[in-house]
Structure formats: structure tokens, C-alpha cells
């Protein structure tokens, strides 16, 4: 169905949520939901991207309580339930007979799976796991949908069988009555209280004590537990890499989209909002006309843009690589698994930051929910912890690319993004070939600009490489050098991701055959790559890649590329083409109608609901009349 | 120490006794904490004192911060005005005053915050008459004031308000009046709901002539029944980030009528006859300003990032994650460096921040006595240093909180934390009482006029000197110890600030000389000019962060350590723009890696004292409110129990009942 139509529909409407509390919010989402079933089954939408732009328009791009249960309940019983299980659960599951989530998070382990302390321990006897939260910190917590709406949940838990444990593994639980919805005994779940946002979803805990399910409840497709509690081992432990891979994609695409929506409100606004003088006598200026606040936003704009196509490369490359990986060629899968860890932190904090930067950029009407700006911060930030902790991702990046280094050292070749480590060894035999390079980047070039940021990277990892091997070389253990040369490492990975964005960029203008497209967006590479180089100058002086002569240039050239994108700022985020109502702000309105409708919007808060708040009587009026 | 919190929610749990990995952390200080908390608070007495107030306002079950996290807007709203009503009681009966620290323990939840800067613009900017006739009925609560300066579409920019007050020689009045939607003032706390009375600012019209901004007392609700008064319509401006318990507000006003002696007129007045005289200096009106910033500073940015660095340090020694050695124990995450990384630094910045408020709050009372005696000299100084510190400070506290929530991994973003709340405050003081870059710019404006002064041998203050002194080209460190000597940082700071605006200064003479307008100059050069403020400010801090630690001879325990946060501090910032050092060569490549060296040598060495110096600040858990942050460290039994405390796990939902049943059982009528 055309997007109108989804939403206009009267079924999807309500309150604004801003004046809802969150047992309302989470009320008004379930509602939504449970209608968004019915009509995907109505109109017969089966399609995966379908799905999910019919939902991010019935939810305007927020989380809902069946998120998990559609995102990765589902999903996870295709990929790893046995013919005969996805007999017994796929289709109650689709039918939403059972509603799943997925328990993996515990309190106190979320990035380090190994250390999850659940377990599920199986007895021959009665052919039956027995599902244990052995300690407080081994409560599963955060995952959505578990605290009141899901009756079943796949919990991931250390398998112990014949006294030995065999690691994780996957389960289906039922956790609620079907029919009461009520807990089952052995079983205690409830909600883990209120978040910085997420405020429609019911993030919930877990928590097990002797509770037993059937052997076949086992996700038994890769790994088994024969009914005597043989173990049979799953083939290959890289597969789900896979799964990984896809749902980091998925973060970097938001990052994209997230920063694109926060651009959109903030330039709107500061086309519409006057301030102050630039020219003695003459009317107010829009405030998108001040360099300060084009400097806060069309790095951005610029930035909303690389990631958006960053992330259409690393879903390309996944699902080109995808149709290798079910026959079982697994090659290219560790470069992109390391790549995309890297990207989905480098993405989600930058837009975070960015996102915060677009929200002060609109002063003090930013802070009024009524902006939209406060919503999406909210909803974004968490994507810097879940799916991977950003800092532990950036590690994960780097100790492929020192990997690839000590590759490179000892002769071998490396491919892929990271093939630019092969120069290295010829740059040590001449000496004066690092000097020789400055004079070699031209600004103007984007092309030119990623061999800079090619170069950046290169020494980068060589100096983290080289400081881990000297703190190895000094009696440290492997773990211990690791961890005195990380905060190295995490630049290494920054400069390597950094890299591999301004290339994808540079490689798309050559994709647009409009000539106009093109030259937009060639100036908003350009800048991209220019304020980079601008924001990070210690790297390229450092290492000699660029003068103090062209670093001035470089900052020189930002200032001149803000006033060329600035006649465009507006049209380059309508391009992005966010309807009003997902949008969901008062100054990012398609109309720029911002002060009239600021003031509609907030005789509708809550406070405002009587004349005389009921406190004035409670406590105002006895307080003066007693002094 | 911390009060601890006992009884409420030890009942069968192990809240109460010191979580094992926190204990050791305290076994093993440099220094001792009780001294270094007598210190910073200025003596032992007033240690005492702050403990005796926090104790008294703690115990009383009015003021408990229990349910905080689970209110909604309205909850929020009305417990703020039940806890200042009862605040006044107790004031009366324990004989605190106005400006005791009992506001300063409360101050996050209490209503009537801008009746405070209502009454404090009165004395400032009122004559004596004024003074008499309105702070008794202030301090008595007979009315509540409200400060009412900002507008829909202006903020920052005060020339650009619009709302007018034009005085009738005939009733001998002003009437007041919103020309215009964007006129309408907006943000004012306290304005929406509570307040009586406000000052309103206003463009002052007598005789068709326009005199400018002037401050005016308007009532705008009913003192007997509270109902708003004619030609007022006000009320709440909706959800915000944060503050749900202000009732920041609205108010549009139409032919508002005040007599003549409603505006403040300590430095200008309207005489009867309509003729406008002024005393003084017209900046003076802009004086409040001054003071809110300098006093936000302390208040409302370094004590919440206090907290934010109590709460993140002693979870980063509860957690444990992954293993750095094979068969030993899970680390604590603060073992890690990149943890250490992200929050050693901002413990530094805290300390540094907490030394430069102080500085300024010694630079403004000199400048306020001198004020009193009627001369002005000092107000641009003072001016240039509230708004360059305020945005400084703001700024890097807001990245620093944000920091730490996010190094809590998952559990930060839980409301339980206090993470998510203190960032939500700390990041509205980015753009209250000045939006920060305007702010930077106005510094630079100062700035740049010293540094013109300074090099044709015009006097300038004190603080500014460095701009025409002569530094050496070169940074004279040798190896990665010398960068632990302050004045080898602190002179590289002082060259890269004068670098800054030196550069800044050339480039707007270049353009004025090439013929470019000077509005269109200034507005070219606006990013660096930023810039070059914002590293003005960063050295002062590096400087005066140097020299409180020299004056603490006496005190060696608490010296030592104060150094090396210091140290980390200064090279904190060098080696996170070793662009600006680097670009000039004064520090060479070399040297930069000595400064990382040196860098990352301190987070080893300030680790060891991480906990002992979060617990110097002394907070109390009820203070803290945080389910990671607690004295006794037992994290997950405190958040595990808060969380069955959400009202999400104790009222009935009626999404079962009403959506979920009926999908689960395909009973949903089929639209």
C-alpha cells in the first residue's frame, strides 16, 4: 500500500506521544502492533523490506514490543530450528499464537557471550533440559518484548550434558500461560523499569529456577543432544558470523538514517529561524547563513550521506557473498565480519554525537520534545552498546588489520580493504618516500583525498602494531600487551574505518550519471573528507602526509565548501524524503510553520490540562495563607 | 564518607555491606579521602556543616528521591512544589537561609528556582524603593516571581526581543504587549503553572522612541484564586529532555497595564514627565547574566559530572567482563585501558573544572565590589570570562557525562543508573543563560581587542598578558618526563592560545584590508575565532589546574596526587588536539609521541586511586539515587530490586487484557 495511506490510516493514530506516560506509550504500540499484524496478513505482504517499511511507518521509526519476536524470534527459527521444530513452532509463531523473543543479554554479561552464566543441564532420565539463573548476575535483562508481552522466549544458556559443558546453545522456552498469559512456575519475569527512551518497548528480565523443557527444545539444526546426552558438534562455528554481519549492517543503515532525519529538522529550522545581525540595518538573517552553525551542520549532512552509502556497500557485499557462504565458502567472510564491527561503532558514534550537535544546533526549542531531535537521540544512542559494545567492536577490527600486518611482514600479500598494508614494506626501503607524498595530495581531488586517508590508516597500524609487539617484547603476557597497547589499536581501527568510508564515497560519485546529482555531491564529498582531515590534522602532520601549509588550505577549503553546499542545504535533506508525520517534529515541518505550531503543540501537555493545576490548592495556597 | 544506606532495602539482601571489588579499591589509596574532601570543601567544619544539612534534608520522607525514575510529568511537577513549600517550613523552624547549602542539596528538585532569580534581579536592578516594597513579600512567599526573558523566536540575542512596553503619560503607566507570535515568551521556569509575578524584559517605548531592553514587574495570575489576570495568557510550554518538573511556561500579553513604578530602575527610570535618565553603565542590566553564569558553572555542570564519574568509576570496579590473563578471574573493566581511557579524563576535568570555578567566582566578587563602588572596569573581563568559561565548561562536561553513561555499556541507558537524567540536565546548560557558540564569540570579540591593545603597548587586564609576550618557537622537552612538568605544558598551552588568536586577528585584518566589509570579515572568520576562545579558556584552566596544585604544599598526600590528575588533564587535551600543537611546530612529531606516552603511563598510575578519589566527593547514595553507583557497590541486587519497583511490573496493564488477549486468540474483530 502506497506510504499515505499507511499513514493516514485511522487505525494508526493517537496521541502525540510526548504527553502519554510509558505504560500509555507501551499500551498505544502494542495496539499498533497487533493492528500491523492483521494488515500486513490483509494486504498479503510478505516481502522481508516490506515488513519493515510498513512498520517503521506504522511505529515512525520507533521500537515496539514485537520487534524481537519479528526481528529475530522468527528469523532465528528459520535459520536454526530442524525441519520437525519449525513444524511445532514456525507457524503458531507466525500466527502469533506464540509471541518470542530472544533472552541472550544477562545483567551482568552483554558483548562477552562467554561469560553468560545461564545454564541448560540435561537429564537422560526424563529427556529434559533443566533451565537454571544460578546467580543474580546471570538474570537475563534487556531483551525487548520479554518483560510483559512475549509467551515464549529462545534463551541462550551454557549447555552442560554428561557432566561436561559444551559451551552455548540456544533454546525455545515457554515463559507465559497461553490462554492467562501468567507466568509459568519456575518462571519469573516482569519489566526492568524506565530507560533513557525506549519507553514503548518492555524490555524485561528473566529469571530460571529448575525449569524443564522437553529435549526437542533444543535449537538442534547445527549442534545436537542425542536422547543418551551425546553431544554432536555443530560444523562450522563461522556461520554465525553471518547473522552478525547482517544485523550490524542493519545499525550502520540507521546511523545513515537517524543523522539523515536529524539533519533534516535542524536545517529546516535554521532556514526558518532569524536571528541576530550579520549586516548593520538589514533584517535578521536565517541562521543557516552564520558559517558557525553551517560548520555544525553540513559536516553532517555530508557525514548523513557517506554512511547511507556505506551501509547500501556492506548490504551489497553481504548478500553477494552470501549465496558463497551456503555453499560453503566462508573466505570473505572474516574481512567483512571485521569490517562491519568497525563501521557499525565508527557509524553509531558519529551519528550519536551527531545527532546531539544537530539538536543544540537548534538552541533551546531543540530541548522541547516538541522537536523530534530529543526522540531520535534517545532511540539511536543505545546502537553504541547493543549489538556489540563499540569499543570491543574496534578491537575486533583491529586484530584483523594486525593480523593482516603481521601477514604483510612476513611476506605474504593481503587483499581486500585492507590491501594497502602491502605498501608498507616498499615505503621502509625508501626513506624519503613519506616526505615525497605531502606534496603529492591535491585538496580538490577526492580521489587523491583517499590516498591521504589511505596513508593516515597505514601508519596508524603500523604504530599500534609496532607498540604491541615492543610492549611484547618487554615480559608482558599476549593479553596484557593487547590491553596496554588497545587505546593505539582503537585509533588504528578509527583510521582504518575512516578510510574505508571516504573510499566508498568517492567510489559512488562515479556511479551518478546526473550531472547536477553528481556535483552536489561531489562537494559534499569533498567535504566530508576535507573536514575529517580538518577535525584530525595531528594524524596527517604527524606523519608527514600533509604540510602546516596545506592544512591551512584544507580549513581554508572547508569554509569555502560550506558557503557552495549552503544554497542546496535545504533541498539535499528534502531529498531524503521523510514524510511530516515520521519525522515527528515541530521544527523540521516540510512547511517551516514552526512558532504557530510550537504553540498549538504545547497547549496539549498535560500541565496544561486545568487553569488552576490541582497543586496550587494542595500546596500553594495553605503554604502563603500560613506565612 | 558517604552516608549509607541502610534498612530500606537490606531486608534478606546483601545491600548494605561493601561489595568485596569496591572494598579493595579503598585498601590500597595514596592519600586519604577524608582530607581530600576536607580540602575541597574548604575545611573540616565545612565538611561537617554540608554533611549535618544533607543528613537533615535526607531523613525527612518528603524530600526522598524514591520514586523519581516512575513519575510522569504532572507527578514530577506537583512533588517539586511539595518539596519547596516544605522546604520553606523547614526553613523557618531550622533557621537555614536563602543562600545556605540546603538549596544547593535540593536544588534538582524543588520548584521556584527563577523565584530566586526574580528576587535576586530585583535587588540588583531595582532602587531602593522597589527593594523595600517587594523582597518581603517575596521572601514571605505572598507572591512567586517568575524571570521572563527569552521569547519563541529569540534567545541569546537580546536586541532581537520583541515584546514592547510603551509608557502613557496620561495613567502614568506602561502597557505591555506581544506584537507577535514570536514574541511570546517561552522557557521561563516556574512561569507556566506557579508564578504570581514576573519580570518581564521588554523594549522600552516613551514618546515613539525606542530606549531598548528594561526589566518590568507584571502580575499575571490572581493572588486569591490563582487564575490567570487579564490580557494574560500563559501556561506550559509541554515535555522537555529533562527538567519534567519545571513548569517551564508561555505568556502572551495584551495591553497589559503596570504603573510607572513597576520597572526596575536602580540604573535607568522614567521620570513622569516621560523623560528617560540613565545611571551607569546600560551592561549593568545584563549583570544578572553574569552572576547565573558563573554560578551555573559550580552548581549545575561540575557537581552532576561529580556524580557522573562516582557512578561510572565504581561500576567500572564492580563489573568484571572478559578475561585479560587465561584462567584467572573475569577483570574489572576499569583494569581495561581503553575504560581507563574514557573516564580518567574526565575525573581530571572535573577536578580541573571544580579549581576554575572557584577562580571565577574570586574574579567576580573582586569585580562585583568594584561594581558597587560604581566602577565598571571589570565588566567586560567579567563578561568575557562568565560567557567563555560557561561555554567551555558546559560543553566538555556534556561530552564527559555522555562518556561515562555510555562506558556503563547496556545498564547506562537504564533511567535506574542516573546516567540518563544527568546528562539530560547537563546537556541544557549548553544553551541556557547563552547559547555556547555565541558565547565563544563574544569572549573572542574581548579577545581579539586585547590582543590589539596588547601589541601597540596598551594596558590590558592581567589575564591577557600572555597575548603579546614572547614564548619560545620550540617546546624544549627533551623525553616523555618532561611533559610531566606544568611548565612545560602549561607554555605550550599559552603559545597555542596566543597562536590561535594571534592567527585570528591577522586573517580579519587581511580581509578588512582586502576590502571585505567587517561584518563579512568577522562572519568568515567566525570558526576560528571560536576556536581560538575555546582555547583560550582550556589554558587558563591547564594554568590555574597548576598552580592550585602548587599551593598545596602543605598538604603532600593529597599534592601528589593532585599532579598527576593535573598532568592528565593537560596532556589529556594535547594529545586530543595534537593538531593545533603540531601545526606550527612547536611541538614536533617526536614529542607528540612522548606526550601519548606520557599520557597513557597516567591512566595506569591514577587507576590505583580511581574509587578513593570519586569518594572524596562525598555524595550520598540517596544523592547519587543511582543503582550502579552506590557506596557498597552491589549493583546488580540493587538495580534487580528497583526494577519490580516500576509501576510497568506492579499496575495491571490493560494492553493484555485489551490488544494482546485477542491477537494471541485471533479474536480482534477483522477491522
Not at chain 1, 486 to 500: F, K, M, P, T
Amino acid at each position: 500500500p502506497p506510504r499515505a495511506l499507511v499513514i493516514n490510516d485511522p487505525d494508526f493514530q493517537h496521541e502525540d506521544l510526548n504527553f502519554l506516560s510509558r505504560s500509555q506509550r507501551y499500551e498505544q504500540a502494542i495496539r499498533k502492533s497487533s493492528l500491523m499484524v492483521l494488515k500486513l496478513r490483509e494486504y498479503g505482504i510478505t516481502d522481508p523490506d516490506e515488513i519493515y517499511w510498513f512498520k517503521s511507518f506504522v511505529h515512525r521509526g520507533r521500537p515496539e514490543p514485537l520487534d524481537l519476536h519479528l526481528g529475530m524470534f522468527l528469523p532465528t527459527l528459520l535459520t536454526q530450528a530442524t525441519p520437525e521444530q519449525q513444524d511445532r513452532f514456525f507457524m503458531p509463531a507466525w500466527n502469533l499464537e506464540i509471541i518470542g523473543t530472544y533472552a541472550q543479554t544477562e545483567m551482568g554479561h552483554g558483548t562477552h557471550l562467554r561469560g553468560l552464566e545461564t545454564t541448560a543441564t540435561y537429564d537422560p532420565a526424563t529427556q529434559e533440559f533443566i533451565l537454571n539463573s544460578p546467580t543474580v548476575t546471570s538474570i537475563k535483562w534487556w531483551p525487548g518484548g520479554l518483560g510483559k508481552t512475549s509467551n515464549h522466549a529462545i534463551v541462550l544458556a551454557q549447555l552442560y550434558t554428561q557432566g561436561q559443558c559444551k559451551g552455548l546453545h540456544a533454546f525455545i522456552v515457554p515463559i507465559r500461560q497461553l490462554g492467562t498469559h501468567e507466568p509459568l512456575p519456575g518462571i519469573t519475569v516482569g519489566d526492568i523499569g524506565p530507560k533513557f527512551g525506549y519507553d514503548e518497548m518492555d524490555n524485561g528480565y528473566l529469571k530460571m529456577d529448575n525449569f524443564r523443557i522437553p529435549r526437542e527444545n533444543m535449537l538442534m539444526k547445527y549442534a545436537q543432544v542425542e536422547p543418551d546426552g551425546t553431544y554432536v558438534k555443530p560444523l562450522s562455528d563461522k556461520l554465525t558470523y553471518g547473522t552478525m554481519v547482517f544485523i550490524r549492517s542493519l545499525i550502520v543503515g540507521d546511523s545513515a538514517r537517524s543523522l539523515s532525519r536529524a539533519c533534516t529538522i535542524a536545517i529546516r529550522y535554521s532556514a526558518v529561524r532569524h536571528q541576530s545581525e550579520l549586516k548593520p540595518g538589514e533584517p535578521e538573517p536565517q541562521i543557516l547563513d552564520y558559517q558557525t552553525q553551517q560548520y555544525k551542520l553540513f559536516p553532517l549532512l555530508a557525514t548523513a550521506y557517506a554512511f547511507h552509502f556505506v551501509g547500501a556497500y556492506i548490504k551489497d557485499t553481504y548478500h553477494r557473498i552470501s549465496g558463497d557462504i551456503h555453499e560453503g565458502d566462508l573466505s570473505e567472510l572474516p574481512e567483512l565480519h571485521a569490517l562491519t564491527a568497525g563501521l557499525k561503532a565508527f557509524t553509531s558514534w558519529t551519528a550519536n554525537a551527531g545527532i546531539e550537535e544537530c539538536r543544540m544546533a537548534c538552541g533551546g526549542h531543540g530541548y522541547s520534545r516538541c522537536s523530534g531531535i530529543p526522540d531520535i537521540y534517545v532511540t539511536f544512542t543505545p546502537s553504541c552498546t547493543y549489538e556489540g559494545e563499540n569499543t570491543v567492536m574496534m578491537l575486533q577490527t583491529a586484530r584483523f588489520l594486525v593480523k593482516s600486518y603481521t601477514q604483510v611482514s612476513s611476506g605474504q600479500q593481503v587483499t581486500g580493504m585492507v590491501s594497502y598494508l602491502n605498501d608498507l614494506s616498499r615505503q621502509r626501503i625508501q626513506p624519503q618516500h613519506v616526505a615525497a607524498r605531502s606534496v603529492a595530495v591535491r585538496i580538490n581531488d577526492p580521489v587523491s583525498l583517499v590516498e591521504a586517508y589511505k596513508a593516515r590508516a597505514a601508519r596508524l597500524v603500523e604504530a599500534a602494531a609496532k607498540n604491541l609487539q615492543a610492549e611484547l617484547n618487554h615480559r608482558k603476557s599476549k593479553e596484557d600487551a593487547w590491553n596496554r597497547t588497545s587505546v593505539d589499536l582503537v585509533r588504528a581501527s578509527e583510521a582504518h574505518c575512516h578510510y574505508v568510508i571516504v573510499k566508498l564515497f568517492t567510489a559512488k560519485l562515479a556511479e551518478i550519471s546526473n550531472a547536477a546529482v553528481r556535483a552536489v555531491l561531489t562537494e559534499l564529498c569533498l567535504l566530508y573528507a576535507l573536514y575529517g582531515i580538518s577535525k584530525n590534522t595531528g594524524d596527517f602532520l604527524q606523519a608527514g602526509i600533509l604540510t602546516d601549509a596545506q592544512i591551512t588550505q584544507v580549513n581554508q577549503r572547508v569554509k569555502e565548501l560550506l558557503a557552495i553546499i549552503r544554497p542546496n542545504a535545504v533541498a539535499l535533506v528534502d531529498s531524503f524524503d521523510f514524510h511530516d508525520v515520521h519525522l515527528g517534529s515541530v521544527l523540521g515541518r516540510y512547511d517551516g510553520n514552526v512558532y504557530e505550531n510550537m504553540f498549538e503543540w504545547a497547549k496539549k501537555s498535560p500541565l496544561n490540562k486545568t487553569e488552576v493545576h490541582e497543586s496550587f490548592h494542595k500546596h500553594l495556597k495553605p503554604m502563603q495563607s500560613k506565612l | 564518607m558517604a552516608l549509607m544506606e541502610t534498612g530500606k532495602y537490606s531486608q534478606g539482601s546483601l545491600l548494605g555491606s561493601v561489595n568485596p571489588d569496591l572494598a579493595s579499591e579503598r585498601q590500597t589509596a595514596s592519600f586519604s579521602v577524608e582530607k581530600l574532601t576536607a580540602w575541597l570543601d574548604g575545611g573540616t567544619e565545612h565538611t561537617r556543616l554540608r554533611r549535618a544539612v544533607v543528613e537533615a534534608i535526607e531523613c525527612d520522607p518528603v524530600f526522598s528521591r524514591e520514586n523519581q525514575y516512575f513519575e510522569s510529568q504532572n507527578e514530577r511537577y506537583e512533588a517539586a512544589v511539595r518539596k519547596a513549600v516544605h522546604l520553606q517550613k523547614k526553613m523557618d523552624e531550622m533557621g537555614w537561609t536563602e543562600n545556605g547549602p540546603e538549596f544547593k542539596a535540593l536544588s534538582g528538585d524543588l520548584a521556584f528556582l527563577l523565584h530566586r532569580i526574580f528576587t535576586r534581579s530585583i535587588s540588583m536592578l531595582g532602587s531602593d524603593q522597589q527593594i523595600a516594597k517587594w523582597i518581603p513579600l517575596a521572601t514571605q512567599y505572598q507572591l512567586i516571581g517568575s524571570y521572563a526573558q527569552t521569547e519563541l523566536g529569540h534567545g541569546t540575542y537580546l536586541q532581537g526581543l520583541e515584546t514592547t512596553a510603551v509608557f502613557d503619560i496620561t495613567t502614568q503607566e506602561f502597557v505591555l504587549n506581544t506584537p507577535n507570535i514570536s514574541a511570546m515568551k517561552w522557557w521561563p521556569g516556574d512561569m507556566g503553572r506557579s508564578a504570581t509575578h514576573t519580570v518581564v524584559f521588554a523594549q522600552l517605548y516613551v514618546n515613539g522612541k525606542c530606549y531598548g531592553l528594561h526589566p518590568f514587574i507584571v502580575q499575571i495570575r490572581s493572588l486569591q484564586d490563582h487564575s490567570l489576570c487579564p490580557g494574560i495568557t500563559a501556561g506550559d510550554i509541554g515535555p522537555k529532555m529533562n527538567f519534567e518538573h519545571i513548569d517551564n511556561g508561555y505568556l502572551m500579553l495584551q495591553n497589559v497595564r503596570v504603573p510607572r513604578e513597576n520597572m526596575l530602575s536602580k540604573f535607568c527610570e522614567v521620570q513622569p514627565d516621560g523623560t528617560y535618565v540613565r545611571r551607569g553603565s546600560q551592561k549593568i542590566n545584563y549583570f544578572t547574566m553574569t552572576t547565573v553564569r558563573i554560578s551555573l558553572i559550580l552548581d549545575e555542570v561540575v557537581i552532576p559530572l561529580m556524580k557522573a564519574c562516582t557512578i561510572a568509576i565504581r561500576y567500572s570496579v564492580v563489573r568484571r567482563q572478559s578475561k585479560l590473563k587465561p584462567g584467572e578471574q573475569e577483570a574489572k573493566i576499569l583494569d581495561y585501558q581503553t575504560q581507563q581511557e574514557k573516564l580518567l579524563p574526565q575525573l581530571a576535568a572535573a577536578y580541573a573544572f571544580y579549581f576554575i570555578s572557584d577562580y571565577l567566582q574570586e574574579l567576580f566578587d573582586r569585580g562585583y565590589r568594584e561594581i558597587q563602588r560604581k566602577n565598571f572596569d571589570m565588566l567586560p573581563e567579567l563578561h568575557a570570562f562568565s560567557s567563555g568559561f560557561k561555554a567551555m565548561v558546559t560543553q566538555y562536561s556534556t561530552s564527559a557525562v555522555e562518556i561515562c553513561l555510555r562506558a556503563c555499556g547496556g545498564h547506562g541507558y537504564s533511567l535506574l543508573s542516573g546516567l540518563p537524567s544527568l546528562y539530560t540536565k547537563i546537556v541544557a546548560s549548553c544553551i541556557y543563560e547563552g547559547e555556547n557558540t555565541i558565547l565563544f564569540l563574544q569572549t573572542a570579540r574581548f579577545l581579539i581587542k586585547c590582543f590589539m591593545a596588547a601589541s601597540t603597548g596598551q594596558p590590558v587586564p592581567p589575564s591577557v598578558t600572555y597575548l603579546a609576550a614572547v614564548t619560545p618557537e620550540k617546546c624544549p622537552a627533551k623525553n616523555k618526563l618532561d611533559f610531566l612538568s606544568p611548565d612545560i605544558y602549561t607554555e605550550a598551552y599559552q603559545h597555542m592560545a596566543a597562536r590561535l588568536i594571534n592567527s585570528t586577528a591577522a586573517k580579519l585584518q587581511d580581509l578588512v584590508q582586502s576590502g571585505v566589509k567587517k561584518h563579512d570579515a568577522w562572519n568568515q572568520c567566525t570558526v576560528q575565532l571560536a576556536q581560538a576562545a575555546k582555547a583560550h579558556c582550556h589554558y587558563i584552566t591547564v594554568k590555574n589546574f597548576a598552580e592550585t596544585v602548587e599551593k598545596l604544599e602543605t598538604q603532600p598526600g593529597i599534592q601528589k596526587i593532585m599532579k598527576h590528575l593535573c598532568d592528565l588533564f593537560a596532556l589529556h587535551g594535547i594529545f586530543s588536539n595534537a593538531g593545533v600543537f603540531l601545526h606550527d611546530g612547536y611541538i614536533s612529531g617526536a614529542q607528540m609521541d612522548m606526550v601519548t606516552a606520557s599520557y597513557l603511563d597516567l591512566l595506569a598510575v591514577i587507576r590505583k586511586d580511581a574509587v578513593p578519589l570519586v569518594d572524596a566527593f562525598d555524595f550520598t547514595d540517596k544523592t547519587l539515587n543511582s543503582a550502579l553507583g552506590s557506596y557498597d557497590g552491589q549493583v546488580y541486587q540493587r538495580l534487580y530490586e528497583w526494577a519490580q519497583k516500576s509501576p510497568t511490573n506492579k499496575q495491571i496493564s490493560p494492553a493484555y487484557e485489551r490488544y494482546l488477549k485477542p491477537l494471541l486468540h485471533k479474536t480482534l474483530s477483522k477491522l
